[in-house]
Nanobody
Framework: QVQLVESGGGLVQAGGSLRLSCAASGRTFSDKGMGWFRQAPGKEREFVAAINWNGGSTYYADSVKGRFTISRDNAKNTVYLQMNNLKPEDTAVYYC?????????????????WGQGTQVTVSS
């Protein structure tokens, strides 16, 4: 089992920045692909960003490309999501997820472990 705990969410004005953190515990973290997803009210959970086991490969949704950066620190068992130039449409609950394979993927169903989520609200 892998336990994931997100933090760093909050209320920010449009154009502002936030950094989300996801702390992992339990099974080995460094060999797992990690992802960030988000879910806005009334909408399905959607892919935001993913990273492979050593940080050498990353993927982003088109809607966040150039504004968000995913990274990881395996020594700290933590994955991050730096979010810059935030927009009101980025408002959602953000979830961290882990999968038992090292490669990053975008499909929700390929992640086995999920955190409880952290709320991000961007005001206009």
């Amino acid at each position: 089992q892998v336990q994931l705990v997100e933090s760093g969410g909050g209320l920010v004005q449009a154009g502002g920045s936030l950094r989300l953190s996801c702390a992992a515990s339990g099974r080995t973290f460094s060999d797992k692909g990690m992802g960030w997803f988000r879910q806005a009210p009334g909408k399905e959970r959607e892919f935001v960003a993913a990273i492979n086991w050593n940080g050498g490969s990353t993927y982003y949704a088109d809607s966040v490309k150039g504004r968000f950066t995913i990274s990881r620190d395996n020594a700290k068992n933590t994955v991050y999501l730096q979010m810059n130039n935030l927009k009101p449409e980025d408002t959602a609950v953000y979830y961290c997820a882990a999968r038992p394979y090292s490669s990053p993927v975008t499909a929700t169903r390929q992640y086995n472990y999920w955190g409880q989520g952290t709320q991000v609200t961007v005001s206009s």
